[in-house]
Structures are given as C-alpha cells and as structure tokens.
C-alpha cells in the first residue's frame, strides 16, 4: 500500500510529461510536415538549415 | 571495390547514357531540353551536386518550365524584423532531397535569412532583408532549378492549416494517455483479486481522476457532432458514440460511489482513443487529397496585368478588376473575366468556354468570354464585367443547386446508424425495466446491465467500419493518380449507373496531331522551324511532330495569320498566297518561295485507351453517352471511334446541365467527366463530378473527383475502387451488427465483465480494420 503511494503518482507524472511533450510538439508545427521530417534526418549538413542564421556570420560571408 | 559496388557503377553509367542527367527523362543526349542543362549547371555552380544522389522524386517531375515565372514582389509581407516575409506554393517539390536543395540554394543568397521547406504542404517560407522586389529573383532561380513558385493562396492555406485535423490529433494524444493510464489501473482490479475493499476503492477513483477529464475533452469532436445532429432531428453515428461513452461514464461513477466489483472507464477512454484514431486516420487520407487539388488551383490563379495610362502595368488580383480596365494578356495567358477585344485578330482558344476544338480569331471590338486563352501575341482587351458578375459568376451561381443537392447525400454509415440508435436504446431500456420489474434489483444494480448492453454494442466496430474502409480506399485512389475531395464522393460515385462524357481533352487527347498525306518530310522538317516561333496549337502540333528541327531564328509572327521567315511563310491560305481548302478549319499552309503550298492537315485524334474504358464502364453495368460542346462532325467521329452510341453535339453549359437533370428526374445517378468552364453546371448538377488535373478551376472545384492522370481509364479505375470499398464497408457493418446481435443476450443476461466487453471491441475493431486494408489494393 505504501509502495503504491509512490509509486501510482510517479506513473501518472512520468505519463502527464509525455502528454505535454506531445500537446508542445503539435503546437510547435513539428507534426505538420511528417513527410518532410522523415527525410530531412538523411541530410547532414555543416551549416544549420532553415533555422534563422546568425547575423555576424553572413555579414562575414558579404 | 566489391563485385556487386562494380555492377552498380556501370549500371549507373549506362542509365546515364539514356536519361537526362537533371529530371531523368529518357534522352538521346545528357539532357532533355536547355532548361534542364542550366539547372544541371547552375547546381552543380552551387556545389550543391550531392542532390543527384539523393532525389527520389519521379521522373520528369524536376523539367522546368518554359512559363514566365509568376511575380512574387506583391505579395511579400513585412517582417517584424524590418525585412520580408513570404509563404510560397512550390509545385515540383516531390521528395526530401528538392527540400534540401531548395533550402541550400535559398540560403546561399546573402540576404535570405530564413528559407524552411514543407514537402507535405509544399510550402515555402521565407524570409529576407532587404529589397521587396528580391522576391521575384528568388522566383526566377528557383524556375531555373526546375520548381514553379507561385504565392500560397487562400485554399491552399485552408488546406495547409487543418485546424479539424490539428484537433482531432490532440484528442487522440488525450484520449490515448488517459486510455493507457486507466488501463494500468483497471488492470489491478481485473486481476487483483486478493485486493482489499479500501484498495480498489482507491483505484476505483483514480480510475476516475483519470478518465472524466480526458473524456470530457477528448470526447469532444464527438459531442459536438452528436448535439449537431440532435438538433437536426437526426440521429448519426457521432449520437450513438457520445451515448455509449457518457452513460458509461455515469454509470463507472455510480459504481465508484457504492464501491462495486468494477469500473468501466477503460472501456470509454479506450474506445474514444479507438475512435480519434480512425477519424484521423480518415482525415488525413482526405486532407491530402484536398492539398493536392488546391496545389492545381494556386497553379494556375495568376494575377493579371491591367495597362495604367502610361503605359505601364501592374499585377492586380482578378477579383479587384473594374468595368473599363485594359488588361495586357500575353500569350498563354487565360482571361479571369468577361471583355472585349482591344487588339484586332487576337487568336483565342475558347475550348475551355465552348468545347470548340479549333481556336477563334476575334475581331476588334469582339466579346472575349472569361476563360478563353490568348493563343497568339499579346493582347490588349477591356473588361467589360467585374469577376462576380460576369459569365463565370453566372455559371457559378447555377452551380449552387446542385451542389446544394448533394451535401444532402447520407452516407451508408448514417444510414445504419438511424436504424443502429433507437434499436440499441430499446434493447437498453428492456435490460433496464427487466432487471427492476422481474429481478428484483435496484436502479443501481440494474443500472450495470442496461449500460453494459450500451457499451458492447457500442458502434466501436461500425463506427470504425466506415471510415477505415474510406481511409485506405482514398489513399490507394491518391498514390494512382487520384483525388477524392469530397468526403462523400467514393459512396456516390460507387452507385453511379450512368457515364456522360466531354469529348475534348477526355475522349480525345484534346491537341490537335499531324494526319499523314499531302506533304513531304522535307517540308515538314522546314515547317517546323517556322512553327516552333508560334503558340498557335496547330503550329505547336506541327513543331511537335518533327522534334529535331532547329527553330528558325529570323521568324516573325503575324496574330491571327502565321508566321514569316525570309521568304517562308507558315499560316492560313490567305497568308501564305494558296487556294484554300474545303475544310481548313484544322490546317495550316506552308509555302517557301517559289515552291507549291504544302498543307498540314490535323485532327484531334481520340485516346487510345478510350475504347477499352468505354467498354470496361458498359461491364461495370453503366451506360456511355458524350455531351460535347463541339461540332457534330467531330463528336460523331469521336462517339463512332470509342464505340459509344449515343452522343449530343454542340451542347450549351445549360444543355448539358439539363441533359444531367434528365437522367436524375429518370432515376438515374449519372457520372459526369468534363475539364472545361462550360462543363462545371454538369458537373455540379451531376451524382458525381470528376475533372482532369489539367482542367480549368470552376470544373475543379465543382468536381467530387480530380484525374491526376489523362484520359477515362482512371475514372473505370476509381469506380472499381469506389465499389469494392462499398462493398467492403457493407460487410464490416454487417459483422459488426452479427457480432452485437450476439453478445447483447449475454449483456442483457448481465454475465459481461468489462473484461470480456474490452475483448470484445477490440477484437471486431481489429477484425473491421483488417477487412478495410484490402480496399487499397488495385482493382
């Protein structure tokens, strides 16, 4: 009985986490391109892509 | 290097030798065409040639195009950062490596400070400092790497932003997390049996801290469809799902509060969970459908150029033109609105409006319909209605009946439930009074067996049976080239009994094609030259039947009259100075010198596949006949060539319209396929719609249907799909009520743990899904 005490709220925490992880990944866009995602893991790249690019290294580029 | 590393390497270099080495057409040289070479180069400058090695698009998807590249500059916004931001419609974008190369590509100019790539939407956006006109270099590089960029329009935006689909999956995210807790708990009462009163007690009520949120929120879609409905007087599937998940519900908490056996919360969040699944399983198999059919309307809602006082011109939408604004239409190009000819013998294809295959030179001062294409050199034209009240709003309007018509279509997944509802309640209710009246129990006690029929009758199995079947059946339709758009469309078009047909562009190849005769490969070969200068479809032809022939540098296009180059001249009769012909309505003339006339003749010859199709439709049980615009010489030579035997010439919109009505006042449910303006009241009017990729936009949004593929065959192709999964979904329905009829006496009996009533729904949800997989499968 104590053991469930524990251990039953851990459970349900651990499960709460990985709702929010879920409800903050759609809210992020991340399930709105699965195709897109599925392949982009292929490409390994320098330079990050599509993220925004840090303005000192493209003045350094110009 | 390894034998098989060996095998490979040569295998490549002979693929090479015959396939383009951009878009992988088959080809006699490294490429297929000059825009394909300067993409090669211009990636290959870029350093961005470990693309090859990754694209897996299709073939011939990456061929640029020879179309201007549409402005972008309007439609860029400002940033928050102070630069621009713009969202583009990428057709083109077919695999992960186009998304890699576009983004490189993007990202190596320096002003670009954002450039991210959807391959599901094929959406691009990006963002850069700046200039606002930089938006329209962006569109040019990325028309030479083979993408056509065109802004990301209204639909396709509704498309893209699926708020339903967005909600559908948080519920299921809920309702899976709530399902899989309360199970963990429920699992412990199931099998703990030494367990104390006070222990189960406590999982009694987690059980229930657990399931009432999620089924309040996760249930939701659902609720909300089901009180739709009851208002309407109806009663759907959504009302006996939001019955059988509430009262079990309600009946868990009373058993919570009297500390009974067992808790049937599981049950209800398992089959909410059960449920989002198939619904957005469902969902996204349409949504795709529906992103693709909006890709081909933002391909082809361009804006157009109106002509300011000056002299100058500017891009302005379609729908802010106004009565007396010249418009500057190049070749090509389609005219959104109703206007008249400012340029004398402008040359205008009007088969979109009339079903005419010849193109029409209009005079001065002639009335150009909305929706004829400029066939020859730029034309000056003044608009005469603004686009809501022209010709196209008016066929528009007479849409509006029957599309009216057809939403109120009830699918068979309604139909069974209007009998499935008031059944399972009755069966309810009896459970119920028979336990008080000659049981002997309490409302309580009597209260398990009523909610236990309620929940293993639950429409687990039939409100799955559905749209599983509808889910595989429209996305095998959408890998062969096929797009469902409207969610009802495959059950309407599995009881159609009755095909009517455009001829062009559906029974016909809808170009005209070089006939044999009267002319030598010498002159065909110095026709071409000349031909290839024009737009003209006729000269097209004609430049098409002779590919190798270099275009003639020097030719000079005369409008609505043909082409000159030194002393070669390519047009009509009167052009190039020889007798006319009896019937030159498809002819073009070439003379050179002093040489005799040559006269190409053409036809639009019909499709290949048309006469098997026609008769896989009459085996399939549905009558064939052709409504056409078209002349009646052609349309009876097209009806003979297909085999079909009845067939109506030079039909009006109205007539074909009206021809369709006939057929429904007959009981019949008519099929109608048709690609042009003057086909969308049919379409509308029709039991089901069904257009061609390449048709115009009011035929597209009208059609249930769109054919990614030419010709008829993948109409017979869709029918047989659409039958099989009717079919498939009448069996699952059917099972599903079998295997209810026979566990209702065991509910009623009140032997049912929740147990036994999970085992049960998941073994018919299994057994229904499992059925639904074979609809995908080629007919």
Redesign the interface.
Known sequence: MNALLLLVPLALLLGLLGLAGFLWALKTRQYDDLDGAASRILFDDDQPRGADRPRDAKERRG | MTALGRITATESQASARTCCLHCGTPTVERFCCAGCATAHALIQGMGLDAFYR?ASGPVGALKPDTLPPVPLAPHAQPARDGGWQLDIMLAGLS???C??LV??AL?AE?DV?????????RRLSLRWTGERTRADDFAVSLARLGFRAVPFSQPCLDA?DDAET?SL??AL??AT?GA??VM??SMAVWFGTDMGEA?RA?MHW?AAL?ALPTILVAGRPFFRAAFGALLARRANMDVAISIAVLATAAMSLSEALRNGPYTWFDGATALLALLLAGRVLDRAARARAGRAVAELLALQRASVRRMLSDGITEEVPADQLEVGDRLLLAAGEALPVDAVAETGDALFDLAAVTGESVPRTLLRGAGVPAGAVNMGAAAVVRVTHPADQGSLAAKARMLDAGLQARSRFTGIADKAARIYVPAVLLAALAAFVGWMMLGGAGWREALVPTVSVLIITCPCGLAIAVPAVQAVAVGGLFRRGILVASPTALERLATADHAVLDKTGTLTEGRPVLLPGGWSEDALRRGARLAQASRHPLAQALAHACPGAPAATDAIEEPGQGIRAGKARLGSAAFVGAVPHADDGMAIWFHDGDEAPVRFAFADPPREDSPQSAARLRALGLGVEIASGDRPAAVKQAAREAGIAHWLAEATPADKAARISALVAMGRRPVMVGDGINDAPALAAAHVGASPASGTDLARITADIVLRRDGIAALVEAIAVARRAQHLARQNIGFSLAYNLLAVPLAIAGVVTPLIAAIVMATSSLAVTLNALRAGRPA
């Open positions: 990754r695999c992960g490596a998304v890699w983004e490189q990202m320096p400070t954002h450039a991210r790539a959807a391959l599901t939407t893209a967005k999956t948080r995210g809920i997390f899989m807790n963990l708990v222990t406590l987690l657990i």
